[in-house]
Every structure is written in structure tokens, then in C-alpha cells.
């Protein structure tokens, strides 16, 4: 059975960092895009960024969080992580942990594995 754990979710000030872990089970990943979706209080689930599993460790990124975040990945660990540098109040969101056997970013699917959210708060 697949498995995704996120943890490092938290309260912070804006301005602050957090790094989110998503732990992945069940499976060798190393094969695989994971990434990051959010959803804010009464908002839609939206993408936050992924990493591919090709040479390059290709990256994606929303635009919003582009220079603040970065996605990176311990294949070894099977663990994916979002370092999340001078966040903003707008941040504040649950954020879930994806897989996915395909570049799901470039098809424009959703990703297959999900996991069941950490939560981030980010207010003063």
C-alpha cells in the first residue's frame, strides 16, 4: 500500500521559514514526480511545485512562490521536501504531498498518491 506522511507544518510570522518532509512508503520512488498541491480556506486545491525524476531533477513551480520555495528530493530516504523561505500570510494553506508514476505537470493530469495534509499558518 502507498503511503505519504507530510510533516514540518506549523505556525510561523511572516517572514519566516518552514521545511515541509513528505515521507513515501509502499514503493521505491525514485522513478516518480512528487510534489506539492495547497488549499486555503475556501479556496480550490492548487498547485505549489514538483520535482521530476529526470536527469536534470527538472522543477516546477507556482508563480507565486517562485524564489521563496524550493522542492528537493532524497531518493535514498524516498522523502521529497519544500523548503519554504519569506512566507506570507496568503501561504497559509493545508499542503499535501503528491506522486506520480508521470510528469503530471507537463501533461496536465492530477498526480495519482496523495497524502493527508499538514497544516501552515503563517499570521502575526
Known amino acids: 500500500q502507498v503511503q505519504l506522511v507530510e510533516s514540518g507544518g506549523g505556525w510561523v510570522q511572516p517572514g519566516g521559514s518552514l521545511r515541509l518532509s513528505c515521507a513515501a512508503s509502499g514503493r521505491t520512488f525514485s522513478s516518480y514526480a512528487m510534489g506539492w498541491f495547497r488549499q486555503a480556506p475556501g479556496k480550490e486545491r492548487e498547485f505549489v511545485a514538483a520535482?521530476?525524476?529526470?536527469?536534470?531533477?527538472?522543477?516546477y513551480y507556482v508563480d507565486s512562490v517562485k524564489g521563496r520555495f524550493t522542492i528537493s528530493r532524497d531518493n535514498a530516504k524516498n522523502t521529497v521536501y519544500l523548503q519554504m523561505n519569506s512566507l506570507k500570510p496568503e501561504d497559509t494553506a493545508v499542503y499535501y504531498c503528491?506522486?506520480?508514476?508521470?510528469?503530471?505537470?507537463?501533461?496536465?493530469?492530477?498526480?495519482?498518491?496523495w497524502g493527508q495534509g499538514t497544516q501552515v499558518t503563517v499570521s502575526s
Open positions: 520535482i521530476i525524476s529526470d536527469r536534470r531533477g527538472t522543477t
Open positions: 503528491n506522486a506520480d508514476s508521470s510528469d503530471y505537470v507537463r501533461t496536465g493530469s492530477l498526480p495519482a498518491y
